[in-house]
């Protein structure tokens, strides 16, 4: 989240080196998993395409809604 203040970029700088060190941990981790004999080939699970069309279906009408609703003026969002 980025806040606009007077020191926008220092909040921005903030929020830079946050997604840099969560990237960083992310990649640790990984090495970590990778030098005790994870391999991510077997261990990836297979996807239902039923799921995924559902899925799909789902992000499509919620951006329709979200655009409809900026279209009537109306500021909507939604995340996960």
């Known amino acids: ?45 297979p996807v239902d395409p039923e799921l995924e069309k559902m899925r799909l279906a789902h992000e499509v009408e919620m951006k329709r809604m979200e655009l409809e609703a900026e279209k009537n003026g109306k500021r909507w969002s939604w995340s996960w």
């Not at 007077?6 to 990237?23: A, G, I, Y």
């Open 1 to 45: 989240m980025l806040f606009l203040t007077s020191k926008t970029s220092l909040t921005r700088s903030f929020v830079q080196q946050h997604v840099l060190n969560m990237s960083f941990l992310l990649m640790s981790k990984y090495a970590e998993l990778l030098a005790q004999g994870w391999d991510p080939a077997v261990v990836t699970r």
